[in-house]
């Protein structure tokens, strides 16, 4: 059976994806957020991917459809971290901490 979190605990540029949009809905979740373009040792093709795979678990909402500016290249206020996303990036955090904290106490 396939876990959808263990997917996000396995594949680390998709947690940083989720990172990046959770990070922009700090001060504010309703706020949509622009469309990343680049992240560090991902390829365009594969970025493509992870956005996807974001959108396909809920984990990120796509606005496409209401975006203010229309520009070649870019992609602005067209997605938002969902609170399933943020809360799965909370979980994931917190396993690392513990691992962090166990590993220390051995």
């Not at 922009?24 to 594969?46: F, H, S, Y």
């Not at 979980?91 to 220390?104: C, F, N, P, S, W």
């Amino acid at each position: 059976m396939f876990d959808e979190m263990d997917r996000l605990r396995d594949v680390k540029e998709l947690a940083a994806l989720l990172a990046h949009y959770a990070e922009l809905a700090a001060p504010d979740r309703q706020v949509w957020q622009d469309r990343i373009a680049e992240l560090t040792g991902v390829e365009a093709r594969e970025l493509i991917k992870l956005h996807g795979e974001l959108i396909a678990y809920g984990w990120l909402e796509q606005n496409t459809g209401m975006t203010p500016i229309l520009k070649r290249g870019s992609a602005p206020a067209c997605y938002r971290v969902t609170t399933v996303g943020l809360r799965l990036l909370k979980q994931l955090r917190i396993e690392a901490a513990q691992t962090v904290t166990v590993g220390a106490e051995n």
